[in-house]
């Protein structure tokens, strides 16, 4: 019981967001360097020597430079077990970064010194926001030239309404920037210059040690001097409470590349994060230091690998202890089962798990029971987590398949993407499936979509854009479509379960049928 405490303790359980080039790569990086996950830099990612992000493995990513679908490495650091959640960079894939978010207990921002809050940070932040998660700042870049350090803060907490501490201070930028003065150990980490590729040599001094004076510039000296007294001035205490509560975000200036600062990032982010958070569910809150296991499905990814053709569901461990020749039920099915090829991957590489603890994700080979937003818990226990809500998709277009003789792979592939949650599929009222009508958040989803469908189950597919921005599920008991009043462009369909839907062209649209048609009751979400 003691161990079992301890491991849960030491897990921490993390995402990180940014804007498309904020840096994102390059600390995930280093993160791995200190712990030793890996041993050489550039093995995560390095554009100029062709060898692509370990976390960006699927060819589409490859091919446009960007990640698409979210990945998890795990590595060990000063006795802590860190699980980092790799999101997405783009906004048409937000969806899929709540869905990890679900899984994560705080998450990282990287912010690109000299451009501030960029237009995918605010996306990603509200959806942070939605959950309230703790977020902590990693302004990155400092030795180029950057915004000047105040406006950076606020920019913060104006575009994203949330308070700043900053942990630490920056001594100019770009050419001049000298290094950091950290504000809770009252040191200053100075920067010894770079070549821009190597570790630079970092030096720790007290702010009133004379060798301080001689180290830096006059101009930078005073400025140094002057801004810590007006930061603590300032009189804004750090308060860890806010902090938990997703209202204050420690804020911290480094330089990924060149080293400087992450690791002290790390340190401190690690003793100011949350470990593993209880979870709700329908029978109330489930302590993560209950001794029985529980999880919950957030990603379902097929195809991961070529070579193994196979389907993986991630799931947080939410509560307890896994081993993996244990018993489990899956509460939809009520089927009870062992896990089947329980998994930590990274990437192309796989370790088969013999025990996972609460806070960790895990992947198991999932033989198409899984749905996201499912529960696991122990054979004789019975509830649920609170489900993932699935996001109103904005782009529709008409799907058919170019040979009518491969329609059972199209169904296939078409099926086995929705069931992951990268699609949305309805039809036509009372028609089959040789027509689908596909819903996605963002268009590039389209593209993915195209994509997999040909190289992974081989079948040409043809598109067709449909004018349709909004859906509506119709919530009236036994509604009678002929019956409805509706603009001429309002589209009736229907989801795989069965359930009626509209799809709307536009705000107008969706005022006109609920101001004809009394009674009629339409919700964003499916339930
Ligand atoms: P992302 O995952 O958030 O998209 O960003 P990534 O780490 O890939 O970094 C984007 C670019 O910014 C990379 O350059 C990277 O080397 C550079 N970069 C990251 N951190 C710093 C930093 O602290 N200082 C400076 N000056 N640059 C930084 P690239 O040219 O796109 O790639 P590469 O050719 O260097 O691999």
Redesign the pocket.
Same mark, same amino acid.
């Given at each position: 019981m003691a161990d079992l405490k301890k491991e849960i303790e030491n897990r921490r359980t993390f995402a990180i967001i940014?804007?498309? #080039?904020? +840096?994102?790569?390059?600390?995930t990086e280093k993160f791995l360097l200190y712990g030793g996950a890996i041993q050489e830099a550039g093995m995560v990612?390095?554009?100029?020597n062709s060898r692509h992000a370990v976390s960006d493995w699927m060819e589409i990513e490859k091919q446009r430079g960007i990640?698409v679908t979210s990945s998890v490495l795990q590595f060990r650091y000063e006795g802590k077990c860190i699980n980092i959640l790799d999101t997405p +960079?783009h906004q048409d894939f937000s969806e899929d970064t709540y869905r990890t978010l679900m899984a994560a207990d705080s998450a990282v921002m990287?912010i690109d010194a000299s451009k501030g809050v960029e237009a995918q940070t605010r996306k990603l932040f509200k959806v942070c926001a939605m959950r309230g998660v703790p977020i902590f700042t990693f302004i990155?870049?400092? #030795?180029?030239e950057a915004r000047d350090p105040y406006e950076l803060l606020e920019d913060i907490e104006n575009e994203l309404g949330i308070g700043t501490y900053a942990v630490n201070w920056p001594i100019g930028s770009g050419k001049r920037f000298k290094g950091v003065y950290d504000r809770m150990d009252d040191e200053v980490i100075a920067f010894e210059g770079a070549d821009?590729r190597h570790e630079v040599k970092a030096q720790r001094l007290s702010i009133d040690d004379p060798i301080l004076e001689g180290l830096l510039p006059e101009d930078q000296y005073q400025t140094l001097i002057d801004d810590v007294e007006l930061l603590s001035g300032a009189g804004d205490e750090f308060d860890l409470k806010a902090v938990h509560e997703g209202k204050l975000s420690p804020v911290f200036f +480094?330089?990924?590349?060149?080293n400087f600062g992450v690791e002290p990032f790390l340190k401190k982010f690690l003793q100011m994060t949350p470990p593993p958070t209880a979870r709700t569910a329908d029978i109330g809150v489930i302590d993560p230091f209950d001794p029985h296991f529980s999880a919950f499905v957030f990603k379902i990814q097929a195809n991961m690998n070529k070579a193994h053709r196979d389907r993986i569901a991630f799931m947080r461990i939410c509560s307890g202890k896994f081993e993996a020749d244990m018993d489990v039920k899956h509460v939809q099915s009520q089927r009870v089962m062992r896990l089947s090829q329980p998994q930590q991957i990274m990437a192309n590489d796989r370790k088969i798990l013999s025990e996972a603890y609460a806070g960790d994700i895990i992947g198991v080979f999932d033989p198409g029971i899984f749905s996201i937003g499912d529960t696991l818990c122990m054979p004789k226990e019975q509830f649920t987590y609170e489900g993932i809500p699935t996001f109103a998709p904005e782009h529709f277009a008409r799907v058919r398949q170019v040979d009518t003789m491969k329609r059972k792979q199209f169904v296939k592939g078409i099926t086995q993407i929705a069931q992951e949650g990268a699609i949305q599929i309805f039809q036509e009222i009372a028609s089959g499936m040789e027509e689908v009508i596909v819903g996605v958040v963002g268009t590039l989803q389209f593209d993915v979509f195209k994509y997999r469908m040909e190289n992974e189950y081989n079948v040409e597919i043809r598109m067709e854009n449909l004018p349709y921005s909004h859906i509506r599920w119709i919530d009236t008991p036994d509604v009678d479509l002929k019956k409805l009043n509706l603009t001429s462009d309002t589209k009736k369909v229907q989801d795989i379960r069965g359930r009626y839907l509209l799809l709307f062209a536009n705000e107008w649209s969706i005022r006109w049928a609920l101001e004809h048609n009394e009674g009629l009751e339409l919700s964003e979400f499916s339930r």
């Open positions: 940014s804007h498309p #080039d904020a +840096g994102k790569t390059t600390i990612k390095g554009k100029k990640s +960079g990287v990155n870049k400092m #030795d180029r821009f +480094g330089s990924a590349l060149t």
